[in-house]
């Protein structure tokens, strides 16, 4: 196995620990991001605290009403978990490269402008590495 490779292996898990954390801290509330009594599993919406108080930006008003929703808080979820799977064994990472683009580009929207950089944070890294794992994966 070359280096190369080696590399991009590394970010695929990397990557697919990143959303897979992610998914399973808003499904059991870890206690990291999300506490055990705003868990999904208790009846918590995973994404009523960042829509609805982490957002700024001109698309505020976009994001706040989409803070709570049933299907908003599934389409994440699932999308977390498909997105970590994908990477994860190595299949479909294509289309979870893509998912993950849609997702990094929709949460850098409601971050704008970013504190730290006036256009670039991580989410637009996050997305420039999924596509680059998307492109290799072909």
Same mark, same amino acid.
């Given at each position: 196995?070359?280096?190369?490779?080696?590399?991009? &292996?590394? &970010?695929?898990?990397?990557?697919?620990?990143?959303?897979?954390?992610?998914?399973?801290?808003?499904?059991?509330?870890?206690?990291?991001?999300?506490?055990?009594?705003?868990?999904?599993?208790?009846?918590?919406? @995973?994404?009523?605290?960042?829509?609805?108080?982490?957002?700024?930006?001109?698309?505020?008003?976009?994001?706040?009403?989409?803070?709570?929703?049933?299907?908003?808080?599934?389409?994440?979820?699932?999308?977390? &978990?498909?997105?970590?799977?994908?990477?994860?064994?190595?299949?479909?990472?294509?289309?979870?490269?893509?998912?993950?683009?849609?997702?990094?580009?929709?949460?850098? &929207?409601?971050?704008?402008?970013?504190?730290?950089? @006036?256009?670039?944070?991580?989410?637009?890294?996050?997305?420039?590495?999924?596509?680059?794992?998307?492109?290799?994966?072909?």
């Amino acid at each position: 196995m070359n280096i190369q490779k080696i590399l991009l &292996l590394g &970010l695929r898990f990397v990557m697919a620990f990143i959303f897979l954390w992610a998914f399973f801290d808003k499904l059991l509330g870890l206690g990291f991001t999300t506490t055990s009594d705003k868990a999904w599993l208790h009846g918590g919406s @995973p994404t009523t605290g960042f829509l609805s108080a982490g957002v700024k930006g001109p698309f505020v008003e976009i994001f706040h009403s989409l803070a709570g929703v049933m299907i908003i808080d599934w389409l994440f979820m699932s999308g977390l &978990l498909f997105i970590g799977l994908t990477l994860l064994f190595n299949k479909y990472v294509f289309w979870g490269a893509g998912a993950g683009i849609i997702m990094m580009v929709l949460m850098w &929207l409601a971050l704008l402008f970013p504190v730290n950089n @006036p256009i670039v944070d991580e989410h637009i890294v996050y997305a420039l590495v999924l596509a680059l794992l998307g492109v290799k994966s072909k």
